[in-house]
C-alpha cells in the first residue's frame, strides 16, 4: 500500500476510534490520581506505518510511555523501526515472563485479551474503548454498579469502584475510587457527571 492508500485508510480508522477516555483527552499537562491528559487518536498516530502499528499509542499504551517516547515513535518512518521500538518500550519495563511477579508485558497483553472480549463495541476494539482502557490499566474493579440515567428514558449509568487499598496500576499510579460511565451514540464512554439515583438491586460484584 502506498502512502496516500495508508494515510486514508488511516483517518478512517482513527475516525472510528475510540482511543482514550474521553474524559482524559486534551493537550493539557497536568496529572491527577489514576490518570493522565492524552490527546485525540489521530494526534498519537503515525500515518507513515502500517494501520497496525499506526495506532500503537491510542488507548493504554499512551499512559504508559513518556512524553519522550510518545514522541520518538511518532517520528518513526518504518515499521521495521517501530516494531524494534515496541520491543524496547516492554524490555525497559522488566522481563516478559509470566509467574510472580509477572512481567508488565504479560499483565499488558492478557488484560487486552480479555478486554477486546469484554468491552468490544462495534467497530472499537475492546482495550481502546474507555471501559477497556481502565481496565487494562488498572483490572478488573472490585465492584460495579448501575445508577438510573440523570436523562429521562436514558440509558443506565455504569459505576466502577477501587477501594483505597487498590495496587498501582501498570502505570504506576493508583486508580480513582470511581469510574462512571455512560452510554452515548451507542459508545459508552468514560463519564464524570454526578449520579443521583440508584437502581434497586442492581449492584453486582465483578470477579
Request: net charge neutral; glycine share 10%; aromatic share 10%.
Amino acid at each position: 500500500m502506498n502512502r496516500i492508500g495508508r494515510v486514508a485508510l488511516l483517518c478512517l480508522v482513527t475516525a472510528l476510534a475510540l482511543g482514550v477516555p474521553a474524559e482524559l483527552r486534551g493537550k493539557g499537562k497536568g496529572k491527577g490520581k489514576g490518570s493522565a491528559p492524552a490527546p485525540d487518536p489521530a494526534e498519537v498516530t503515525n500515518f507513515l506505518l502500517e494501520p497496525e502499528l499506526a495506532q500503537w499509542l491510542v488507548g493504554p499504551i499512551f499512559h504508559l510511555a513518556t512524553p519522550e517516547e510518545r514522541e520518538e515513535y511518532l517520528a518513526l518512518a518504518s515499521d521495521e523501526a517501530a516494531l524494534e521500538f515496541i520491543e524496547r518500550f516492554w524490555e525497559d519495563r522488566g522481563p516478559h515472563r509470566r509467574f510472580p511477579p509477572a512481567g508488565t508485558r504479560f499483565v499488558f497483553e492478557d488484560r487486552v485479551t480479555e478486554a477486546n472480549v469484554l468491552y468490544r463495541e462495534g467497530h472499537h476494539v475492546g482495550h481502546r474503548t474507555d471501559r477497556g482502557t481502565v481496565y487494562v490499566l488498572y483490572g478488573a474493579p472490585a465492584d460495579v454498579r448501575f445508577e438510573a440515567s440523570p436523562t429521562p428514558g436514558g440509558e443506565p449509568i455504569e459505576i466502577w469502584h477501587y477501594p483505597d487499598e487498590s495496587p498501582p496500576g501498570l502505570g504506576g499510579e493508583k486508580p480513582r475510587n470511581l469510574y462512571t460511565f455512560r452510554k452515548q451514540d451507542g459508545v459508552t464512554r468514560l463519564f464524570n457527571a454526578p449520579v443521583r439515583r440508584r437502581l434497586p438491586g442492581a449492584e453486582r460484584p465483578i470477579g
